[in-house]
């Protein structure tokens, strides 16, 4: 999994590509997590359109970041989930945790 980092005034963007299925691109997640809030981002919105496949532990991951954002009072969303994610999202009933929007541009905005 590849993993961009970009800012804008009020967030950042954390772009995830290719499959979230191993532990060991977690710390980079993190650190980018962290980061957002070190800065004072009230907005995290992680972009899973180029997202192939997620396994437990990446969602696993996105929690881990859920949890972190809205502890340090940040907003976390997801961007452009592709539908074989939402639905995986949907039958292990995390959609309710997530707040999912269909583009990068519709999360900044809400």
Known sequence: MNI????TENAIIIKLEGE????YEANDFHEAVKGSIE?????IVVDLSEVKLISSWGIGILMYGY???TNAGSKFKLAAVPKNISETFRKIKVDTIFKQFNSIEEALEA
């Open 4 to 7: 961009n980092v970009s800012e």
């Open 39 to 43: 800065k004072n981002k009230k907005n």
């Open 67 to 69: 949890t972190t954002a």
């Open 20 to 23: 979230m299925m191993l532990g």
